[in-house]
């Protein structure tokens, strides 16, 4: 059983080097910017950009692609937003037209901020749920025409760990893989024979072995565009060189791709077969 192969847009964008930001149209204050998603200005802001990641260009690529893509359709959707954080992808689906939005994050503090971030926005509160739990213990009654997802991506290191919303929005355990791969285990459960899952993948958490493993189940996949950036080790300033040596590691195994302090987000869209395909 395989889905029909999703058209693949070989567009490249080169985001400037030493500025992780350049895809707001406009930023009002550190951890409040603007953005527009499929012909609506939208508003974004964080409270405490140590509980809940202010978007970065990683996400905001997933944004671009789907700007500049005429599929998916998204009027009238019953989406999952895995990892939510502050909720931009909840507030664009909606923006869109989603008929209903589920909102999932570990963190407990994302559930306030993307319901704060709906409501800024004017969008009717009443089409989001959100929900605080780990995505591997997630067990919804029901399943989604669309799944979207910009998962942690960087190595875990106990040097560096630290305990905030930061930590678990950029690092995951099995070199930065973890929650890939229970996006990866989770998706047949989640998502409705037919449905797409849009995610924003990192280069520094193979690319590739997702893809694999979705065309295993018999999935479409596409490309809706490859960004390049510079690797967000802000955060982390004083463990830069732990975490390149960790990825230089990757790298060598054939399972990351990056070139000095530059790699590349792939907006990617996937497709469950349909049922009786
Ligand atoms: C890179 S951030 C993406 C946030 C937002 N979607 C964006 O693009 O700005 C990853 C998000 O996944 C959440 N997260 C990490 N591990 C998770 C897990 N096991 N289950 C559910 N959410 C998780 C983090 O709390 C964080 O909000």
Not at 58 to 84: K, M, Q, R, W
Not at 154 to 173: H, I, K, N, Q, T
Not at 179 to 204: K, R
Request: contains cysteine; glycine residues 8%.
């Amino acid at each position: 059983m395989t889905a029909a192969p999703i058209q693949t847009l070989s567009r490249r964008r080169v985001l400037p080097v030493g500025e992780n930001g350049s895809l707001w149209e406009a930023r009002t204050s550190p951890s409040c910017g603007v953005f527009e998603f499929r012909g609506t200005r939208l508003w974004l802001a964080v409270e405490d950009p140590a509980k809940v990641l202010f978007p970065t260009d990683c996400g905001l690529s997933l944004i671009a692609a789907l700007n500049d893509a005429s599929t998916p359709e998204l009027t009238g959707v019953n989406a999952l937003d895995i990892g939510a954080g502050s909720g931009v992808y909840s507030v664009a689906l909606l923006a869109a037209g989603a008929e209903r939005v589920t909102a999932l994050d570990i963190n407990p503090a994302s559930a306030a901020q993307t319901m704060a971030n709906v409501v800024t926005n004017r969008l009717d509160a009443t089409r989001l749920k959100c929900v605080t739990s780990p995505l591997e213990e997630y067990a919804p009654d029901e399943k989604f025409d669309l799944v979207i997802t910009n998962p942690p991506h960087l190595p875990y290191d106990p040097s560096y760990a630290r305990c905030d919303g930061l930590e678990v929005a950029l690092v995951a355990r099995s070199n930065g893989r973890a929650m890939y791969d229970a996006v990866v285990d989770q998706m047949d459960t989640l998502l409705a024979p037919g449905g797409t899952l849009l995610m924003a993948h990192s280069s520094l958490a193979d690319v590739p072995k997702t893809v694999k493993e979705f065309t295993a189940r018999g999935y479409g996949s596409g490309t809706l565009g490859v960004f390049e950036m510079d690797i967000p080790l802000l955060a982390y300033a004083e463990h830069r060189d732990t975490m390149l040596g960790l990825l230089e590691e990757q790298r060598e195994a054939g399972r990351a791709e990056f070139d000095g302090s530059r790699f590349t987000v792939h907006a990617l869209m996937f497709r469950r077969p349909p049922s009786g395909v």
